[in-house]
């Protein structure tokens, strides 16, 4: 069985195009799990309508709450969503390819089930109403551990996981990380075993309510949150360090020691920004990265 995880808020314009992808997918053993964060249009009354349809009824949950962002959003639907075999996590404004669902799952079982797996779909970026589509082609990057702590290499959007991923995951308090996806990944680079998947299977709608930061201009907001002082990557070592410190190599403890210091060291400071191996995929992340370090911001 795969949970199929999506929080919606003000979708109306996409939400049914993106359930009827969902419908259509060649594995059929999964259910639907929906958490609308606060809309103020017609998105629930969408979801109800087509929960209505008989085809339907059973494989939709919903529940409309209070807004609160959509990764501790994510979280709530991982506590609401706890049995099953895999995790799926959706936006509500893609389109999945038939055979989306399958070749995740394919993948995973043919994996050692008792470490984390996380399988990333490839995708494709169109426009809002999906005119024109073009391919994502993602660039070549050694992903570790020790750079899992300052970047991100997974879009939720195309994420599924196994369940001892799932059970690490769920541990982490949503008030101390940044985003769920990402924590994920610390995980499974820590711990467990990623694929990449080459072959297309959803496209990703690019428009100006996206959430998911996936080019450098919508990173923007980010860095100027950390010259405020929110020390988000600080936060999410320390949550990672108090999990899972006592189970990572010496080497890798040592490096994720580097970023859960309260006080500013030059020393350190030296050591994170001119430290031989990349920090992140894209080369201006990587560069506002060692600034931000040799600051003590990062």
Partial sequence: MVNILISTYNGEQYIKQ?????????????????????STDATPEIIRKYMRNRKFENRISLCTEENIGFSASFFRLLQWA???????????????????????????????PR???LYHSAFELGNSDLSE??????????????????????????????????????????????YHDWFAAM?????GKYHLSGQVEAVHRQHKNNA?????????????????????????AKEFERLYGERLSDQDRKI???FTQDSYSLRLACKKAFYPHRWNPQIPVEIVLRMLMLIGKV
């Avoid at 995980?187 to 711990?191: E, G």
């Avoid at 998911?212 to 999410?236: A, C, T, W």
């Fill in 187 to 191: 995980i499974t680079a820590a711990f």
């Fill in 256 to 258: 994720l020691n580097w």
């Fill in 212 to 236: 998911s930061p996936l080019f450098f201009i919508k990173k923007i907001p980010h860095g100027i949150k950390l010259l405020k002082g929110d020390l988000f990557y600080r936060r999410n």
């Fill in 18 to 38: 993106q359930l009827d992808s969902i419908m259509n997918q060649t594995f059929q053993d999964f259910h639907i799990y929906i958490r609308d964060d606060g």
């Fill in 133 to 178: 589509i073009t391919p994502y082609i993602p660039g070549r990057f050694h992903y570790q551990f020790y750079n899992s702590i300052t970047s991100n290499l997974f879009f939720g959007f195309a994420v599924s996981i196994n369940r001892t991923l799932y059970e690490m995951l769920i541990q982490a308090n949503p008030e101390k990380i940044k």
């Fill in 82 to 112: 706890d049995t099953g075999d895999y995790w799926a996590f959706c936006d509500q404004d893609d389109v999945w390819y038939p055979d989306k669902l399958a070749k995740a799952v394919a993948w995973m079982e043919k994996n050692d």
């Fill in 115 to 117: 470490i984390p797996l």
